[in-house]
């Protein structure tokens, strides 16, 4: 049944009911007019405000009052609106990246494509009266790269904050210890703010000519942090519209670009394309770089926290999606643009299964029985050119592994019998 409707008058006297109550007087509601009346009529606009309100909201005029809340508050019917809206953003921003790569493609500029690549570090996640999640930034940095030219611009920059929010300071003390290891506020080391940091980031992704505000792109589980941040900016900014600055899945981006370069490859292409987002994510998350030479910056270098620092990330990140993407071009690499410095690529030959040097049955055979050695040559999967690291030949012996003599004491036929030696029991199992 619908809830009756009721008038401001209504919830006041409920109100005074239970402060007598809590005297000691017990009215019953049949009292309570004569008792509230007086009260009432003294009182002024400004202190009935709060009762009116709570008669809208039970009246219906301000929402159902049997419409289902989330445990902030906040109104379920809001929650699959955002819902539906962040599906039709993950839509748009495959079509996008998509349609990215097909115009590179159409105009030959896949190898010379600019992308953007950034990186934020926070002290903590807290959550506004809203119910959203809200990050204070400590460190940012942005490159971008291409595929023929490697990366050729950076920033990077520590922020500058005076408090954090209210009941958080163990949350970041405890996010802090376990990744970046920043200073806390008011001690932190930077002079930038976060809206100073913002506007540079849109300034150093304009200086591009062929997109007016192109995307940028940063790893999925990161993707929040950064929208979260650049919206709390934007938001305040009366030029700026939030919607205007548009963050993508990186691994969205390895995966179509990938699969242009293998399409598009001058040579055989060493690596095949990823069959799903999820083992190009997979791919970018291994942290190949995470420990080369000239990533991170100095303060991360110091103490000793090179895979969380930024700028670590982000160089990581590009290099990984040009060792992935670049070979099919054919670009010679560079170092310090194209990989990291003094980069020894240790080569990891593989032999197919239906090329194996022997089987099961070749074991038990005199032909191989005496020392195994495999002469094929083993191709360089980094070039002709490019030199293999102190100690690795390029070709394979592996008679220090294997030895399998005569003489050799496990293939004796007494403690390993021959399979033709076994009679069948009679449901009691084999019998030698």
């Given at each position: 049944m619908?809830n009756?409707?009721r008038?401001p008058?209504?919830?006041f006297?409920l109100e005074?009911?239970k402060?007598?109550?809590?005297?000691?007087?017990?009215?019953?509601?049949q009292?309570m007019?004569?008792?509230?009346?007086?009260?009432?009529?003294?009182?002024?606009?400004?202190e009935?405000?709060?009762?009116?309100?709570?008669?809208?909201?039970?009246?219906?005029?301000?929402?159902?009052s049997s419409?289902?809340?989330?445990?902030h508050g906040?109104?379920?019917t809001?929650?699959?609106?955002?819902?539906r809206?962040?599906?039709k953003?993950?839509k748009?921003?495959?079509?996008?990246?998509?349609q990215?790569i097909k115009?590179?493609?159409l105009?030959?500029?896949?190898?010379s494509?600019t992308?953007f690549v950034?990186?934020?570090?926070?002290f903590?996640?807290?959550?506004?009266?809203?119910?959203?999640?809200?990050y204070d930034?400590a460190?940012?940095a942005?490159?971008?790269?291409?595929l023929?030219?490697g990366i050729?611009?950076g920033?990077?920059?520590?922020?500058k904050?005076?408090?954090?929010?209210?009941g958080?300071?163990?949350?970041?003390?405890?996010?802090?210890n376990?990744?970046?290891?920043?200073?806390?506020?008011p001690?932190t080391i930077?002079?930038?703010t976060?809206?100073?940091a913002?506007?540079e980031?849109?300034?150093?992704?304009?200086?591009?000519?062929?997109?007016?505000?192109?995307?940028?792109?940063?790893?999925?589980?990161?993707?929040?942090?950064?929208?979260?941040?650049?919206?709390?900016?934007?938001?305040?900014l009366?030029?700026?519209n939030p919607?205007d600055v548009?963050?993508?899945?990186l691994?969205?981006?390895?995966?179509h670009?990938?699969a242009a370069?293998?399409?598009?490859?001058?040579?055989?292409a060493?690596?095949?394309?990823?069959?799903?987002v999820?083992l190009?994510e997979s791919y970018?998350?291994?942290?190949?770089?995470?420990?080369?030479?000239?990533?991170?910056?100095?303060y991360h270098?110091?103490i000793?926290?090179?895979?969380?620092?930024?700028q670590?990330?982000?160089k990581?990140w590009a290099?990984?999606i040009i060792?992935?993407?670049a070979p099919?071009l054919?670009?010679?690499f560079?170092?310090?643009k194209?990989e990291?410095?003094?980069?020894?690529?240790t080569?990891?030959p593989?032999?197919?299964?239906?090329?194996s040097?022997?089987?099961?049955?070749d074991?038990t055979?005199?032909?191989?029985?005496?020392?195994?050695?495999h002469?094929?040559p083993?191709r360089n999967?980094w070039g002709a050119a490019?030199?293999?690291?102190?100690g690795?030949?390029s070709?394979a012996?592996?008679?220090?592994y294997?030895?399998t003599t005569k003489?050799?004491?496990?293939?004796?036929?007494?403690d390993f019998?021959?399979l033709?030696?076994?009679k069948?029991?009679k449901?009691?199992?084999n019998?030698l």
């Amino acid at each position: 049944m619908p809830n009756k409707k009721r008038q401001p008058f209504y919830f006041f006297m409920l109100e005074v009911q239970k402060k007598q109550r809590e005297r000691g007087k017990h009215y019953s509601l049949q009292e309570m007019p004569a008792i509230a009346s007086p009260i009432w009529a003294s009182m002024s606009k400004e202190e009935k405000a709060k009762y009116e309100e709570q008669a809208k909201r039970h009246n219906g005029q301000l929402g159902s009052s049997s419409s289902i809340k989330t445990c902030h508050g906040i109104d379920y019917t809001e929650v699959e609106r955002e819902q539906r809206q962040a599906a039709k953003q993950q839509k748009t921003m495959k079509e996008d990246v998509r349609q990215m790569i097909k115009q590179a493609i159409l105009a030959q500029k896949i190898s010379s494509k600019t992308y953007f690549v950034i990186h934020i570090n926070y002290f903590c996640q807290s959550r506004g009266s809203d119910g959203e999640p809200h990050y204070d930034a400590a460190e940012l940095a942005i490159l971008d790269f291409s595929l023929e030219d490697g990366i050729k611009r950076g920033m990077h920059t520590f922020m500058k904050l005076d408090t954090l929010p209210y009941g958080y300071s163990f949350e970041a003390t405890r996010h802090t210890n376990d990744t970046h290891q920043l200073p806390l506020p008011p001690d932190t080391i930077g002079q930038t703010t976060i809206r100073e940091a913002v506007l540079e980031v849109i300034n150093f992704i304009s200086e591009v000519d062929d997109d007016v505000c192109p995307p940028i792109f940063t790893f999925d589980d990161h993707i929040p942090v950064v929208r979260s941040i650049f919206d709390d900016v934007l938001s305040q900014l009366a030029t700026a519209n939030p919607g205007d600055v548009r963050i993508y899945s990186l691994s969205e981006l390895l995966f179509h670009l990938k699969a242009a370069t293998h399409s598009q490859a001058v040579i055989a292409a060493p690596q095949q394309p990823f069959a799903s987002v999820f083992l190009a994510e997979s791919y970018l998350e291994r942290g190949t770089f995470d420990y080369a030479e000239g990533l991170p910056c100095e303060y991360h270098q110091e103490i000793d926290r090179v895979p969380n620092c930024s700028q670590t990330k982000i160089k990581g990140w590009a290099f990984s999606i040009i060792r992935s993407c670049a070979p099919d071009l054919g670009i010679t690499f560079m170092e310090g643009k194209h990989e990291p410095m003094n980069t020894q690529p240790t080569p990891q030959p593989k032999i197919r299964d239906d090329e194996s040097v022997f089987t099961a049955t070749d074991l038990t055979s005199e032909a191989n029985r005496s020392n195994f050695s495999h002469s094929a040559p083993i191709r360089n999967p980094w070039g002709a050119a490019s030199q293999a690291p102190t100690g690795i030949s390029s070709t394979a012996n592996t008679s220090s592994y294997f030895n399998t003599t005569k003489d050799s004491s496990f293939a004796n036929t007494d403690d390993f019998p021959l399979l033709r030696d076994i009679k069948r029991g009679k449901g009691r199992g084999n019998l030698l």
